[in-house]
Each structure stands twice: as structure tokens, then as C-alpha cells.
């Protein structure tokens, strides 16, 4: 948490201190919104289910859009969350590393953001000892921020911008035979700067659905967030998921489709793979113990 604070800090006090040479005309919009950027500008951020998670978690993917208007992108993907000595706090870096464009004015090349949360479990049923904790859902807090990292703002492709949002996630698992249903729903705030002395300030919302078997997994998620400008600033967003369980690799087809205010198709395909560092490190400890 102190670490994002800061680096949030770093990144913005700056900006927020410029002194415009024009005073901006607050009663209309900037334009500086999804539905005019590249996709990866700042895209609705993926959904927690209420869990953070339990093991070390490196993610690598390709991604591929086409937009409504003809446009074409590709990039690589990367993400790590680190369970902060606990299974119930996590650190998570995401970011598309680097990405490739074909659109109406040109082509060209260029990194994205970087994008840092604090995922903390705030609700488990797990820590109650009564006959019907079953019942109770898990719920988590996700603090997280967007660096001004990316580049080709003048194609419009990412803000030249930092970011920040929160979200409360809360979900519920339904056990079946050979089977597991869970459903998941989160809100929160998001923001960005858009100029010299405003910034937009967004309701995120989502609702997820998910299959999972010991050998895959199936899920669905709906989820947007809504700007106070009303031009362009609300997308929302409807993905499809399809992922393999084996022996801590997990790979992974997944769809999205933007519904209002992100005009593109998305394809990723990647690879997740999953690492227990707290049982490996606790093993450890147990040894030197015993040893001494």
C-alpha cells in the first residue's frame, strides 16, 4: 500500500502542479477517453472474484484487436502476482510490454503501461468456525494505479496520463459434482487526468461466472466503468475465457467483444503458470529448523 502511495506521488503531484497557460473550459469534454484511443489506453481492468491468489503467479500472452473502424493491434502481455508473505495479500504488475499498430494515420510501435495493484483478502469463510460458514462469500480490496509509461500519445494510442482506481470484488462458490460454479461481482472508482486541472472520474462495476473443473475451466465477464464527461468515457466490455489445468500450467483462449465505447475485438492466447513459494518456503523453514 505505502508503496503505491508513493509512487502514485512521484508520478502525479508533478502533473497536478503544471499551471495551465490557458484555463481549460470545464463545461466541455476533453476527448481524452476509451472510445478515441488505441485499446490499451485504459481498458476495463480485469475483475478479482473475491480470492486473491494463493501462489506466485506468472502470466505471458499475445494479444491481437481489430477495431470497428479497421484498425489493427498486436502487442505482448505480461503479468506476476506475488503473494506478499501470505495468501492473503497480493502484489500484482501487469502491463503490455510492447505493441505494434496499423491504423488510419500510419503505423507504428511502441511500449504500454505499467499498472501496479495491492490485492488484500478482507473476507474469508475460512476464518469463521461455525457450521455454516460455508455460506459466508469472500470479498477483496484491490488499490491500484497506472503509470503515464506508455507512449505514441500523439497517435492516440495511450494517455499521456497517470491513473489510479479501487474496487471491493465479493464471490461466492457453488460446489457440484466434479464441478465448481462461482459467481463474482465488484464495484469501485477510477480516474485519470485529462488535462491541466481535471481529471474523470469513473464508477467501475463488474459480474463474472465461472466453470471450473480439476482439468479446466470455463468463465464469462461483464464490466465497464462510466466517466462524469458522458463523451466517450464509458466502456463496457463482455469476455469469454477458456483455460487448461496442467500440473501448474495453464493455457488459456481468451475472447472480448466491446459493447459501447471500445470499439474492438480482442484475442489473447497465454500461458499461466503457477507456483507455490509460500508452501516451498514454509518446507524450507521446517527443515532448517529441524536441522538446527
Same mark, same amino acid.
Not at 496442467?246 to 484475442?267: A, N, S
Given at each position: 500500500?505505502?508503496?503505491?502511495?508513493?509512487?502514485?506521488?512521484?508520478?502525479?503531484?508533478?502533473?497536478?502542479?503544471?499551471?495551465?497557460?490557458?484555463?481549460?473550459?470545464?463545461?466541455?469534454?476533453?476527448?481524452?477517453?476509451?472510445? !478515441?484511443?488505441? &485499446? @490499451? %489506453?485504459?481498458?476495463? $481492468?480485469? *475483475?478479482?472474484?473475491? +480470492?486473491?491468489?494463493?501462489?506466485?503467479?506468472? #502470466?505471458?500472452?499475445?494479444?491481437?484487436?481489430?477495431?470497428?473502424?479497421?484498425?489493427?493491434?498486436?502487442?505482448?502481455?505480461?503479468?506476476?502476482?506475488?503473494?506478499?508473505?501470505?495468501?492473503?495479500?497480493?502484489?500484482?504488475?501487469?502491463?503490455?510490454?510492447?505493441?505494434?499498430?496499423?491504423?488510419?494515420?500510419?503505423?507504428?510501435?511502441?511500449?504500454?503501461?505499467?499498472?501496479?495493484?495491492?490485492?488484500?483478502?478482507?473476507?474469508?469463510?475460512?476464518? !469463521?468456525?461455525? &457450521? @455454516? %460458514?460455508?455460506?459466508? $462469500?469472500? *470479498?477483496?480490496?484491490? +488499490?491500484?494505479?497506472?503509470?503515464?509509461?506508455? #507512449?505514441?500519445?500523439?497517435?492516440?494510442?495511450?494517455?499521456?496520463?497517470?491513473?489510479?482506481?479501487?474496487?471491493?470484488?465479493?464471490?461466492?462458490?457453488?460446489?457440484?459434482?466434479?464441478?465448481?460454479?462461482?459467481?463474482?461481482?465488484?464495484?469501485?472508482?477510477?480516474?485519470?487526468?485529462?488535462?491541466?486541472?481535471?481529471?474523470?472520474?469513473?464508477?467501475?462495476?463488474?459480474?463474472?461466472?465461472?466453470?471450473?473443473?480439476?482439468?479446466?475451466?470455463?468463465?464469462?465477464?461483464?464490466?465497464?466503468?462510466?466517466?462524469?464527461?458522458?463523451?466517450?468515457?464509458?466502456?463496457?466490455?463482455?469476455?469469454?475465457?477458456?483455460?487448461?489445468?496442467?500440473?501448474?500450467?495453464?493455457?488459456?483462449?481468451?475472447?472480448?467483444?466491446?459493447?459501447?465505447?471500445?470499439?474492438?475485438?480482442?484475442?489473447?492466447?497465454?500461458?499461466?503458470?503457477?507456483?507455490?513459494?509460500?508452501?516451498?518456503?514454509?518446507?524450507?523453514?521446517?527443515?532448517?529448523?529441524?536441522?538446527?
Amino acid at each position: 500500500m505505502s508503496v503505491l502511495c508513493i509512487l502514485y506521488s512521484v508520478l502525479c503531484v508533478p502533473l497536478f502542479a503544471l499551471t495551465p497557460t490557458e484555463k481549460p473550459d470545464l463545461s466541455q469534454p476533453t476527448g481524452i477517453a476509451p472510445a !478515441f484511443f488505441g &485499446p @490499451n %489506453a485504459f481498458p476495463v $481492468p480485469d *475483475m478479482l472474484d473475491g +480470492l486473491t491468489q494463493r501462489e506466485l503467479h506468472l #502470466e505471458l500472452a499475445g494479444d491481437g484487436y481489430w477495431g470497428h473502424d479497421g484498425s489493427r493491434t498486436a502487442d505482448i502481455f505480461a503479468r506476476v502476482h506475488v503473494p506478499l508473505f501470505t495468501r492473503w495479500a497480493n502484489l500484482s504488475i501487469w502491463m503490455p510490454v510492447f505493441g505494434w499498430y496499423d491504423q488510419y494515420d500510419g503505423k507504428g510501435q511502441g511500449a504500454g503501461d505499467v499498472y501496479l495493484s495491492t490485492d488484500v483478502q478482507v473476507l474469508h469463510n475460512e476464518w !469463521f468456525k461455525t &457450521p @455454516n %460458514a460455508k455460506y459466508i $462469500p469472500q *470479498m477483496t480490496l484491490r +488499490l491500484g494505479m497506472k503509470t503515464a509509461s506508455g #507512449e505514441q500519445f500523439h497517435r492516440r494510442r495511450h494517455y499521456d496520463c497517470p491513473g489510479y482506481f479501487f474496487d471491493l470484488s465479493i464471490g461466492q462458490s457453488i460446489p457440484l459434482k466434479h464441478l465448481t460454479l462461482r459467481f463474482a461481482g465488484s464495484a469501485g472508482f477510477l480516474c485519470w487526468q485529462t488535462d491541466n486541472g481535471r481529471q474523470n472520474d469513473a464508477f467501475m462495476y463488474g459480474l463474472q461466472a465461472k466453470l471450473r473443473h480439476e482439468y479446466f475451466s470455463v468463465q464469462a465477464t461483464w464490466g465497464g466503468y462510466v466517466g462524469w464527461e458522458h463523451y466517450g468515457d464509458a466502456p463496457m466490455t463482455i469476455k469469454a475465457r477458456v483455460a487448461a489445468h496442467v500440473k501448474g500450467f495453464e493455457p488459456y483462449v481468451q475472447y472480448q467483444y466491446g459493447i459501447h465505447d471500445y470499439p474492438f475485438h480482442q484475442l489473447r492466447i497465454g500461458l499461466v503458470y503457477h507456483i507455490d513459494i509460500l508452501g516451498r518456503f514454509a518446507k524450507r523453514a521446517k527443515t532448517a529448523k529441524a536441522e538446527s
